[in-house]
């Protein structure tokens, strides 16, 4: 069983388009997390929800929003895509509350995202 | 300020022999945890070993193992014995503060080439 799902793998879309990536996390952990890597591989948080509670919120657009339905899921929903949206986007988990420092993130497979 | 930095944007190494990766920091919390993550071609990120700020020891899991110096913030990664498999973008992270940090900060990444 995958620990960290994200559906699609691979999207390619038209500027202006709205999309949505699916994360799914079956490790019962209670945050989970966007990043966005860009095309020189630099990893940077987007998002942080714990117990379906947004966190961390680092200065990303309006257009993307994320979605936390229950403590399994974080969906990323992105309108208007523009090319700079154009980047690989990794959900992760991990249980922090109680936990120890060394408690690390698991992360899904990531979603490739071409905006032409 | 960077607060995670990695200066070796590539490095090379002869199968069976030692690398070293280098990951410096800069926080002022006395407690955080350091992470390394391996990324392959293939995108998916592993994690690989931990160190806490108060671990008295050197981390190590199998091949590989931290160098972490405290006093000079860094935290090197070691694999031991490259192997071919070992090739892809190694990444440095750290998580900060007691209470639900919910956050890894991330280097920018070192590419390893093992050489046959």
Known sequence: ??????TPKYLVTQMGNDKSIKCEQNLGHDTMYWYKQDS???LKIMFSY???ELIINETVPNRFSPKSPDKAHLNLHINSLELGDSAVYFCASSRLQGQPMNTEAFFGQGTRLTVV | AQKITQTQPGM?????????????????DPSYGLFWYKQPSSGEMIFLIYQGSYDQQNATEG???LNFQKARKSANLVISASQLGDS???FCAMREGVDSSYKLIFGSGTRLLVRP
Not at chain 2, 12 to 28: I, M, R
Request: aromatic letters at 14%.
């Open chain 1, 1 to 6: 069983d995958t620990a960290v799902s994200q």
């Open chain 2, 63 to 65: 091949r590989y193992s």
């Open chain 2, 12 to 28: 090379f190494v002869q199968e069976k022999e030692a690398v070293t990766l280098d990951c410096t920091y800069d926080t002022s």
């Open chain 1, 40 to 42: 020189k591989k630099f």
């Open chain 2, 88 to 90: 892809a973008m190694y």
């Open chain 1, 50 to 52: 714990n117990n379906k």
